[in-house]
């Protein structure tokens, strides 16, 4: 009977052990199958996103100007349907910090106002200026086979000049940003030639302007540049235009095909324009009608 009970005993060890055991085995076998934890990173407000030590990029823009020495006033800029910005100086340092976009400039001095011209401006942008009482720039106007012109208009920031006899100007802009052209009277014709771009932000010593002053013919009318497109505002008795039946207040909507919208009267005056005998094609609109009509290019007498 003891003997039976003590087998019994030994028997009840043996099974608990081995259930341990199997547990223990469970467990570890579990522990390995699980995916490691990966810990949550939350970024706050307050978070740094660079490393400490690391440049830190400028999310605005900076406008210096500097003007004459010892003279107050005040450069405005302004951003299209925003508020205002100004820096004020006694000094002649001005300095501004914009948000990226478009913003117009000026300069309040001495009891009067210039603009300085419009300015697109990205995040980390330095723009800079000179600002003067008095702006100079020289310039030489040229013909097509790079001789001088003389007695040539030159105009542009509002200023007018003439060339001299070597075909040299000195124009004094009275804004900070413009299209300067010079123009050429060849007879009964104006000429133009293309705009040489002057900015205080971007300021060059001199400029040269190349005019052809090659033989032209018209058909004898002024075009004016009108919100409507372009405009004739004026018609030279006896002309091609006048026996075409051209009459003022006609809009040329297109010449030789091409759509003058949004052109500038320069840019039609060149196609109208030609070597004489040619013709060239207009669509007119006229009182809600369109017409078209043909018409000869000849030379024209300034006195005619």
Not at 118 to 141: F, N, S, Y
Not at 235 to 246: C, H, Q, T, Y
Not at 292 to 300: A, I, L, Q
Request: hydrophobic residues 40%.
């Amino acid at each position: 009977m003891r003997r039976r009970l003590w087998v019994m005993v030994v028997l009840g060890l043996l099974a608990a052990a081995l259930f341990v055991g199997m547990r223990q085995v469970d467990h570890v076998r579990t522990a390995h199958m699980r995916k490691p934890r990966v810990p949550e990173i939350r970024i706050g407000r307050d978070t740094p996103t660079r490393a400490a030590g690391a440049s830190v990029e400028r999310d605005y823009a900076t406008v210096h100007c500097v003007g004459p020495e010892g003279a107050s006033g005040t450069v405005w800029a302004r951003e299209a349907g925003g508020e205002a910005r100004t820096a004020a100086s006694d000094d002649g340092q001005y300095n501004l910090a914009l948000a990226p976009g478009t913003w117009s400039l000026s300069w309040q001095h001495d009891e009067r106002w210039t603009n300085l011209g419009t300015l697109d401006l990205d995040a980390g942008d330095v723009a800079e200026c000179q600002l003067k009482t008095r702006w100079a720039l020289a310039g030489k106007v040229v013909n097509l086979l790079d001789e001088p012109l003389a007695g040539v208009e030159v105009w542009g920031c509002g200023d007018t000049v003439e060339t001299d006899e070597r075909g040299e100007f000195t124009l004094n802009p009275r804004k900070g940003e413009c299209l300067v052209r010079a123009r050429v009277r060849d007879g009964a014709l104006s000429r133009h030639s293309e705009g040489a771009y002057f900015s205080v932000f971007d300021p060059v010593e001199s400029v040269k302007l190349t005019l052809d002053d090659s033989p032209v013919a018209g058909i004898g009318v002024l075009i004016a540049q009108v919100d409507e497109g372009i405009r004739v505002d004026g018609v030279r008795p006896e002309s091609p235009a006048e026996e075409a039946g051209l009459e003022n207040g006609d809009m040329i909507v297109a010449i030789d095909g091409h759509d003058t919208e949004g052109w500038s009267s320069y840019e039609a005056m060149d196609e109208i324009t030609g070597d004489e005998g040619t013709v060239v094609k207009l669509e007119i609109r006229r009182e809600g009608r369109t017409l078209d009509v043909t018409v000869r290019r000849e030379r024209f007498e300034a006195d005619d």
